[in-house]
């Protein structure tokens, strides 16, 4: 292991990302519906996964951030597996006028707790993150820090609340597996000279996201598979479902 860059010793966690804004034209098993994302959180908790993370649909079939929509999914996602830890999107795309957002995440404070996310991804890169990230802890719903770009790393440490973050995401977006590779570790030598002793968890996406893996397994940090980041197996083969994933990550996790 590079003496310069070193998880957190212990058990890795795995978290699925079971759908993004993935929908059934990239592929015919992306869970959309509450039903269908607690029936593939099952299976993936099945076959090792520690984790969710879920991008909550409305009625139209569109993501949403409205507390209504959000609320059922985690309910039937704590339903299928009591004691998961279960996490949302924030992503801007979603509603892109920032008061708009935030009014959207301040108002997930009124959820009942069986209802309510354990935590909330942030991107560091979009516009009025920080207002989000305050509503989110104001909430009591823990907040992943998501880095994509080297200049993500300041905006982290010049937020007042950067010590309160569950963990920060270090999300490599290069689809080439070396360049993905090099990006994270980057991102994580970056992430180190901070100062800053948060929980990270490393992942890559299409092309990149076995290599990545397979990198955030060598330096012992905590990782994520699933349809939302790629739609193949390590051997190129197209993935059955988030199962099928999870499964193959589990068995690269343990090769020594």
Excluded: Y
């Amino acid at each position: 292991m590079d003496s310069a860059i070193h998880g957190f010793m212990g058990r890795m966690l795995l978290k699925a990302c079971l759908n993004g804004a993935r929908a059934a034209v990239d592929h015919p098993r992306v869970p959309v519906t509450p039903e269908a994302l607690a029936k593939d959180a099952a299976a993936c908790h099945a076959v090792g996964a520690g984790a969710f993370h879920v991008h909550p649909r409305a009625a139209h079939g569109f993501e949403s951030l409205d507390a209504a929509d959000l609320g059922a999914t985690v309910a039937d996602l704590r339903r299928a597996c009591p004691g998961v830890p279960v996490g949302v999107s924030t992503g801007a795309w979603m509603v892109p006028d920032v008061k708009a957002r935030h009014a959207r995440v301040a108002s997930w404070k009124a959820l009942s707790a069986s209802t309510r996310p354990d935590f909330a991804s942030v991107n560091l890169s979009e516009p009025g993150w920080e207002s989000i990230a305050d509503a989110l802890l104001d909430a009591g719903i823990g907040v992943e820090a998501g880095v994509w770009f080297p200049e993500d790393v300041s905006r982290l440490t010049a937020w007042p609340q950067a010590s309160k973050c569950l963990r920060i995401l270090v999300e490599t977006q290069s689809s080439q597996p070396e360049a993905a590779c090099q990006e994270a570790r980057t991102l994580v030598e970056l992430l180190r000279a901070t100062g800053l002793e948060r929980p990270l968890l490393v992942h890559g996406s299409e092309g990149g996201a076995w290599a990545v893996l397979g990198w955030a397994r060598r330096h012992g940090f905590d990782t994520r598979i699933g349809l939302e980041d790629t739609l193949v197996l390590p051997d190129g083969q197209r993935a059955q479902d988030n199962a099928a994933l999870v499964s193959a990550a589990i068995r690269v996790m343990r090769e020594r």
